[in-house]
């Protein structure tokens, strides 16, 4: 059983950043492919960030040049940092873990607003 605990939301201004963060449990974390997806009000979880074992990530269209992703294996924890913000990018974001099961945080409300 893993489990991850997300923090680094809250409330920001458009234009503002925010840098989310998501703790890991166990041993495995290394090996792990890390995801981080939002979900807003009445809509799908949709996936936003990804980054492999190896380091390679991959972003939504929406995000690309805005969010990075990134994880510090030392630390089993993985970070999205998001400049630019919109106030489309209000959503609750969760991370998600994918070893030898797939694991979900509890979720971290952004809110984009002015």
């Known amino acids: 059983q893993v489990q991850l605990v997300e923090s680094g939301g809250g409330l920001v201004q458009p234009g503002g950043s925010l840098r989310l963060s998501c703790a890991a449990s166990?041993?495995?974390?290394?090996?792990?492919?890390m995801d981080w997806y939002r979900q807003a009000p009445g809509n799908q979880r949709d996936l936003v960030a990804r980054?492999?074992?190896?380091?390679?990530?991959n972003y939504a269209d929406s995000v690309k040049g805005r969010f990075t992703i990134s994880r510090d294996n030392t630390k089993n924890t993985v970070y999205l940092q998001m400049n630019s913000l919109e106030p489309e990018d209000t959503a609750v974001y969760y991370c998600?873990?994918?070893?030898?099961?797939?694991?979900w945080g509890q979720g971290t409300q952004v809110t984009v607003s002015s």
């Open positions: 998600r873990y994918s070893d030898y099961g797939i694991y």
């Open positions: 166990g041993s495995r974390f290394s090996r792990a492919v």
């Open positions: 980054i492999t074992s190896g380091g390679t990530t």
